[in-house]
DNA sequence: CAGATTATTTGTCGATCGATAAAAAATGGA
DNA sequence: TCCATTTTTTATCGATCGACAAATAATCTG
């Protein structure tokens, strides 16, 4: 272990390449673009990181692992189906309109339309969306086997509606739609979910 | 009025235009992908179409003359708010999931993630999202004054929560999900207006 | 100190981007 | 028939794209 230290801090050099692409998307952001935005010269992003499309990877990595993590949080966290389909929609609102911040979802914004030659990331991308709605069936689905929710309940159809949601919101906030007007329309989605609630003794 | 007439029909080349920018988007179709598509060559495009932008809006304005506009003709058509909003949601699913042609939306997905020297189309696709969200605030607000739905409806709520949904389909109809699932969602979706119906005599 | 290793600097690569200039070809009107 | 007009053909433009090679500099080990 030994060569010529690093003179740039990597994790903030990164942390700027996430603002970068959740920002402008991965073919909006050029190397130019992250050359100027991490201060450094290119050869050192290649040396540091790989490749763009390999920083672009970690970059989103790093959305999900905090400001994008707050469906796994509320999976995790939250005891009822109820408080964890809440919990996801209220802080994605928060995390998609936070001020000073890049608008929307990285995952949903960042590779939706590109060319050819990187469909590889494109799917990629849709795989995490996808994974996503899968979690939040499968929470439901618990939720009914649990007695939480009425036994005739549809779970897949309910999961695709609230991950349905969860994009348009993304939409929503990166056209300016300001916060209150999203919780509110959160608000009004909760009732589907409401609706089908057992009742508890 | 004299000239060599043009040997190739321009409303063809403006549909297999239309389709390309729908699948991969502004920035995603290079001026060589139309080239080998509409199968002429690039002076011949720029002089039938005047710039690639300027070849994008004519392209998305004949999505929403066509396959696009099923907001406003559902809107115009429809005699209650109630079947405007149902027929707007399952002629979405229907033409964002249609066999053999592209997925999702090309307004929502055509322009979200680009470089700056293109924000003038990110912004002018936005306008038109935000239009048809008031077009359908609008129409709520006046089913509410008409009695068809609970005086105490929040009108905007409402029309937020369904163009978000709208939105949401056409994320989810990229990503693959098939048609009756989508289906499905907009029936669990519908619940959120039938429990603002008025009881009518 | 010498040698191995890693980072930084500097310059540039071939490919592709959107766009156009100039010349040739095909029409209608006088 | 000849001219004005428009389209087509052909070739190419400068800018930018992502990526890297080679030389230099800074560190640890022995």
Known sequence: MAGR????DRDQALEKAQDAFWTRGYE??????????LG???AR????FGSKEDLFREAVGLYEANEGGFATRALAQEPTAR????????EA????????????????????NCAV????LLEWLAEHRRARTVSIVERLNEAVRDGELKPDTDARALGDYYAALLHGLSVQARDGVPKERLHDLVTVAMQALDARRAERS
């Open 28 to 37: 909006g952001t050029s190397m130019a673009d992250l050359v100027s935005t």
């Open 40 to 42: 450094i010269a290119s």
């Open 83 to 90: 408080r964890v389909i809440e919990r996801m929609l209220r």
């Open 117 to 120: 030659e990187n469909d590889r």
């Open 5 to 8: 230290p690093r003179e740039f």
């Open 93 to 112: 609102v928060e995390t998609y309109t936070r001020p000073g911040r890049p608008q929307g979802c990285m995952v949903v914004s960042a590779a939706t």
């Open 45 to 48: 992003i290649y040396a540091a």
